[in-house]
C-alpha cells in the first residue's frame, strides 16, 4: 500500500478503523505464506550430475519438470515415471541421466542408437544384442565407458575342429632270397599308404578365418610295409647267353689232357683206361683239379677271357700229380685240341645250385 492509499483510509476511515484494516491484512499475508508453504513441493532434481533444489506447485513429476523447464529427451533415464505424483511431506528427488548417441557395427550392419548406459557391455546387453562366448570388442573391452559419439565394433568370433586326410607312404622292405639271381627282384607283398587325419582348430572372425591350430592327430588306416626280395646269388651271362649262376671264382691256370698213354700211362686195353680217379669216364667236362681247393664233384663253369670260346660247364672228376694250387686240367678228345690249348688263364666259377643239371650238355659222366 503505497503513501497515497494510506493517506486516502487515514482521511476517509476512523484511525480505530484503519489500525483494525492492517491487522487483517498482515493476517491475510501470513495465512497465504502458510498456505503456500502448504501446498508446494520440496524437489530436487540431478539432471547428469548436476542438482537443483526448487518448490513447486507441480502436482506431478512432469508438472515439477515443465516449470522447471527441463525436458526428457527419447533414451534418458529419469528415477520415477513422469506421472508420479509428488510427496508434500518430503524432498523428492528426481535423477535424470542423459542418453547420448553411439554407433554400434555388428554382423555387418551399422546401428544407431540412443543409450544413458555406463559400460560398453551395458550398451550391447540395452539393445538386445547376444554376444557368443569367444565374441570380442574392437580396441575396448566391455567395461569400456560410454562416451557421445563411440563407435563400439563388435567381433563376432567362432571356432571350429576340421579334418584333413593325408596319405603314410609305404615302407620298402628288401628281404634277400638265396634262390634268385644277383640284379633280380621281386615284389612278394604290394605295399599300401596308409591314411591318417589331422584336426585342426580354424579360428573365425566375421566368417573369415584368422588363425589355424594344429589339435591332434590319428591313424585312421595302417600303411602295408611293401616286401620286396632281392636275389644275391652271383651269376654272369655266358658266350652262349646262359646265366650262369656261382657262389665262388676263382682265376686259374688251366691245360689239357686226353686218355692218351702219354697223358695217363694206361693203354687202350687197360681196363681202367679212360676211367678217372672217382670212377667217371673222361670226357669233355671232366677236369682234374687240387681237391683241397676244388674238391671233387663240384660242379664248375669254365671261362676264357677274350674271344676265344669258354670251355664251358664241367665237374671235378680228377686228380693229377702235376695239377696243384690253383691249376686244373681239361679234358680233350683229341691230341690236337690239346695242343692248340696249351696253357690259358680261365676264370673258374663254382656252380650255385650243385644240383643244376646244365653241366651234362658237355658231360656225359658215369662210374
Known sequence: MNGL?????????????????????????????????????????????????????????????????????????????????????????????????????????????????????????????????????????????????????????????????????????????????????????????????????????????????????DIVKAPVDQVVEYGIVKNFRNSRGDTVRYSKVLDMRATAYTSSFEDTGKHEDHPEFGITYTGMRARVGVIAVDPKVIPLGTKLYVEVPGSAPDYGFAIAGDIGSAIKGKNIDLYFDTKEEVSRWGRRKVVVYILNEQNDNRWKDNVDACK
Do not use: C, H
Request: charged fraction near 25%.
Open 5 to 217: 492509499s494510506f493517506t486516502i483510509i487515514k482521511r476517509t476511515l476512523p484511525l480505530k478503523q484503519l489500525a483494525t484494516l492492517l491487522i487483517l491484512s498482515a493476517f491475510a499475508v501470513t495465512a497465504g505464506i502458510k498456505l503456500y508453504n502448504n501446498i508446494s513441493k520440496d524437489v530436487k532434481v540431478i539432471d547428469n550430475g548436476k542438482p537443483i533444489v526448487v518448490k513447486t506447485m507441480g502436482a506431478s513429476v512432469e508438472q515439477a519438470l515443465e516449470r522447471m523447464d527441463i525436458s526428457i529427451r527419447p533414451g534418458d533415464y529419469i528415477s520415477m515415471p513422469l506421472s508420479t505424483i509428488l510427496d508434500n511431506n518430503a524432498l523428492n528427488v528426481i535423477s535424470i541421466k542423459r542418453a547420448v548417441p553411439v554407433s554400434i557395427m555388428i554382423d555387418g550392419q551399422l546401428r544407431e542408437v540412443w543409450s544413458y548406459k555406463d559400460t560398453v557391455e551395458e550398451v550391447i546387453k540395452e539393445n538386445g544384442i547376444t554376444l557368443g562366448p569367444l565374441d570380442r570388442f574392437e580396441g575396448m573391452t566391455a567395461t569400456s565407458q560410454v562416451t557421445s559419439d563411440m563407435v563400439i565394433r563388435v567381433v563376432r568370433v567362432n571356432e571350429e575342429i576340421t579334418a584333413e586326410k593325408e596319405d603314410i607312404p609305404f615302407a620298402v622292405v628288401e628281404k634277400p632270397n638265396k634262390t634268385m639271381n644277383d640284379g633280380e627282384t621281386k615284389t612278394v607283398v604290394a605295399g599300401e599308404n596308409g591314411i591318417r587325419e589331422k584336426y585342426f582348430k580354424i579360428t573365425y572372425e566375421d566368417g573369415k578365418p584368422v588363425d589355424r591350430l594344429f589339435v591332434n592327430e
